[in-house]
């Protein structure tokens, strides 16, 4: 997979605009319920905050930096297509097309953090880690382009991830996603019983339409995405051994509608 040329299918949809890549996104998702219980409201305000692909690393690079000479930008010149480019008067660095870490769905940057000495980057410097992100030192304050919102996800530092937080032993076959097919197409009325029902160590699992499999937890109130099928039958290992109960549904068009006016 080359930057900027991820598939739909290595990503996925956060709560705030953008896309990510499907690890990242879970370490996100986690990141922000956490901040958020500590009272900071983090994330995106745009898709370029996120992933960006190729074709958008070259407008977000052409809007920054020009072939024009401009004398205060001679500390960061870039090569790109075989030329010089300076960055414009005024602009915030940019990454060449193609070599950008937004472009591999792991970069994103942090909205709200109030900037160095903001209560959000404090939160961010202290909790940020264990889900996963961190921010390389050429961002931190005194590096050689300080942005306090740019942050990258880094799988083996992330401690609550489903991967690094219990070790299953891989069965002689893993069995299809979902596990357990007898509980598959509720009734919006039995989605709604089983949500109503749940208690807060309880997860239940329902899947879209479109065949993308959402989380839901009382405990973090609210959906949120788990990804690709693969991740969420490993996350479903993961909860049945550690004792959680697990449900799953498919759930069609005209269910969604009526789940969705039964909880109103």
């Not at 739909?8 to 219980?37: H, N, Q, Y």
């Not at 083996?156 to 509980?183: G, H, K, W, Y």
């Amino acid at each position: 997979m080359s930057n900027g040329a991820l598939p739909s299918s290595a990503l996925t949809g956060i709560s705030t605009p953008g896309v990510l890549r499907t690890d990242a996104a879970d370490g996100f998702e986690r990141l922000r319920v956490a901040a958020r219980a500590d009272g900071f409201n983090m994330g995106t305000t745009h898709t370029d905050h996120a992933y960006r692909s190729l074709a958008r690393q070259v407008v977000v690079f052409e809007a920054r930096y020009t072939t024009n000479y401009a004398a205060s930008a001679k500390h960061d010149a870039r090569t790109w297509q075989g030329r010089t480019w300076w960055r414009r008067p005024g602009a915030g660095p940019a990454a060449t097309p193609g070599t950008s870490n937004h472009g591999i769905g792991v970069a994103l940057d942090f909205q709200g953090l109030g900037g160095f000495a903001g209560r959000g980057y404090a939160w961010m410097q202290g909790n940020a880690g264990r889900f996963g992100w961190w921010q390389p030192a050429i961002y931190r304050q005194g590096g050689s382009f300080p942005e306090p919102w740019h942050w990258e996800y880094v799988p083996t530092l992330d401690v609550d991830a489903v991967s690094n937080v219990i070790t299953i032993p891989a069965p002689p076959a893993i069995p299809a996603f979902p596990i357990a097919p007898e509980e598959l197409d509720m009734t919006p009325a039995e989605m709604t019983k089983a949500l109503r029902d749940a208690r807060p160590d309880d997860y239940v699992f329902f899947q879209r339409p479109s065949g993308e499999w959402r989380l839901f937890s009382p405990a973090e109130d609210g959906h949120r995405h788990v990804g690709t099928s693969a991740l969420a039958t490993r996350r479903t290992n993961v909860l049945r051994t550690a004792g959680y109960k697990v449900r799953y549904w498919q759930d069609t068009v005209e269910d969604e509608r009526a789940f969705g006016r039964a909880l109103d």
